[in-house]
């Protein structure tokens, strides 16, 4: 492991590497990359800059992605030599909720081997009173939306497995995810070895891209707006997966207000007409990635049939038959049914 006095020289030799940002023709994909500015602006993430270090502990390198809840980073933990995802939660009750979650999995759950719990969490000071939930993980590589049709497939049979044994294993401790996609999947990275220095690390996962945070709003302190990395070596990823995002997470049987899930083409039909999430809806959106691992793409795509609710039930009549005749008046999904959805006399077109 390399000393704190090494490493604040290294920062010091490669302060020029922090500084670098894309020319006006860049800005657009990364604004296209990134999460809404106005969540900066309204104080729900935390300002970021590549090259800072927080917690005086752990310097951003790159950035992973985010959600609505949370902004993830690429870090370097200076004290233990290794390179850590740090999943910033947004400052409201909200990102206070993952925090939670995961403590009730970890007390419930007996096996959690395949399921990506925090190790390490801290608060953070941000723009408003209320401060941001900081949750430190093993680093992982890119989701099963965005990598699994670049893999062969072996590994993708291999990533249904394992997505299947991690759910069982959340079951088992009476846990329902309630928003299982393909993007809440991760797939490995391999570990960097001791000391490897940044740009090594950039010419393998792909150098960031960022830019200065487009606002006329006075904020706080300094951030900027980064792309997420793309790794540039399949070597580095690896064939195991880790299932994670478990912020919306429930006790089986418990009542939830909004019953439907945000993501579309993974919401299971029941969920639509007013029924809670349960151990079956979320095997439901389990084969739907199972079907997107084995055609390489998601059965109900934004771009397929408009993308909303409704075209997922009218696909789902046309091609299975008629919906219990007991959810009639129930479908609670984003424009008016069709009546003629409960159709028992419906049958399936060939």
């Given at each position: 492991?390399?000393?704190?006095?090494?490493?604040?020289?290294?920062?010091?030799?490669?302060?020029?590497?922090?500084?670098?940002?894309?020319?006006?023709?860049?800005?657009?994909?990364?604004?296209?990359?990134?999460?809404?500015?106005?969540?900066?602006?309204?104080?729900?993430?935390?300002?970021?800059?590549?090259?800072?270090?927080?917690?005086?502990?752990?310097?951003?390198?790159?950035?992973?992605?985010?959600?609505?809840?949370?902004?993830?980073?690429?870090?370097?933990?200076?004290?233990?030599?290794?390179?850590?995802?740090?999943?910033?939660?947004?400052?409201?009750?909200?990102?206070?909720?993952?925090?939670?979650?995961?403590?009730?999995?970890?007390?419930?759950?007996?096996?959690?081997?395949?399921?990506?719990?925090?190790?390490?969490?801290?608060?953070?000071?941000?723009?408003?009173?209320?401060?941001?939930?900081?949750?430190?993980?093993?680093?992982?590589?890119?989701?099963?939306?965005?990598?699994?049709?670049?893999?062969?497939?072996?590994?993708?049979?291999?990533?249904?497995?394992?997505?299947?044994?991690?759910?069982?294993?959340?079951?088992?401790?009476g846990i329902v995810h309630r928003d299982l996609n393909s993007a809440?999947?991760?797939?490995?990275?391999?570990?960097?070895?001791?000391?490897?220095?940044?740009?090594?690390?950039?010419?393998?996962?792909?150098?960031?891209?960022?830019?200065?945070?487009?606002?006329?709003?006075?904020?706080?302190?300094?951030?900027?707006?980064?792309?997420?990395?793309?790794?540039?070596d399949s070597f580095v990823v690896q064939d195991s997966i880790t299932?994670?995002?478990?912020?919306?997470?429930?006790?089986?049987?418990?009542?939830?207000?909004?019953?439907?899930?945000?993501?579309?083409?993974?919401?299971?039909?029941?969920?639509?007409?007013?029924?809670?999430?349960?151990?079956?809806?979320?095997?439901?959106?389990?084969?739907?990635?199972?079907?997107?691992?084995?055609?390489?793409?998601?059965?109900?795509?934004?771009?397929?049939?408009?993308?909303?609710?409704?075209?997922?039930?009218?696909?789902?009549?046309?091609?299975?038959?008629?919906?219990?005749?007991?959810?009639?008046?129930?479908?609670?999904?984003?424009?008016?049914?069709?009546?003629?959805?409960?159709?028992?006399?419906?049958?399936?077109?060939?």
């Amino acid at each position: 492991m390399t000393t704190q006095g090494s490493e604040a020289a290294d920062a010091t030799i490669s302060s020029s590497i922090w500084d670098n940002f894309v020319d006006s023709d860049g800005e657009c994909d990364i604004e296209d990359a990134c999460e809404p500015i106005n969540r900066y602006e309204e104080g729900l993430y935390l300002l970021i800059c590549i090259g800072e270090v927080i917690a005086g502990r752990y310097r951003i390198e790159h950035k992973l992605g985010h959600g609505g809840f949370s902004t993830v980073w690429m870090a370097y933990d200076m004290h233990k030599g290794k390179d850590v995802a740090l999943k910033i939660m947004t400052a409201d009750p909200g990102g206070e909720r993952e925090f939670l979650r995961h403590n009730e999995i970890i007390s419930c759950v007996p096996d959690t081997s395949g399921l990506l719990i925090y190790q390490d969490a801290f608060l953070m000071p941000g723009a408003t009173r209320n401060p941001h939930r900081v949750l430190v993980s093993p680093l992982k590589g890119p989701n099963l939306r965005d990598y699994a049709r670049e893999t062969s497939t072996i590994v993708r049979r291999s990533a249904a497995k394992q997505l299947l044994l991690a759910l069982k294993a959340l079951h088992d401790g009476g846990i329902v995810h309630r928003d299982l996609n393909s993007a809440n999947v991760m797939f490995g990275l391999s570990s960097f070895e001791t000391a490897t220095d940044i740009t090594t690390k950039y010419r393998i996962l792909g150098r960031r891209q960022k830019m200065e945070l487009p606002t006329n709003q006075e904020l706080w302190k300094k951030g900027e707006m980064v792309a997420p990395m793309t790794p540039k070596d399949s070597f580095v990823v690896q064939d195991s997966i880790t299932l994670g995002d478990f912020g919306l997470a429930i006790r089986s049987g418990t009542e939830v207000d909004f019953k439907l899930q945000v993501s579309v083409g993974y919401c299971a039909p029941e969920r639509m007409h007013q029924i809670n999430p349960t151990f079956a809806s979320d095997l439901w959106s389990y084969m739907r990635i199972f079907a997107e691992l084995y055609l390489k793409w998601p059965l109900f795509g934004p771009g397929f049939f408009g993308g909303g609710f409704r075209s997922v039930v009218e696909l789902l009549v046309r091609v299975l038959g008629p919906l219990p005749l007991s959810w009639k008046g129930s479908y609670d999904g984003d424009v008016e049914p069709d009546e003629s959805w409960c159709d028992q006399s419906k049958i399936p077109e060939p």
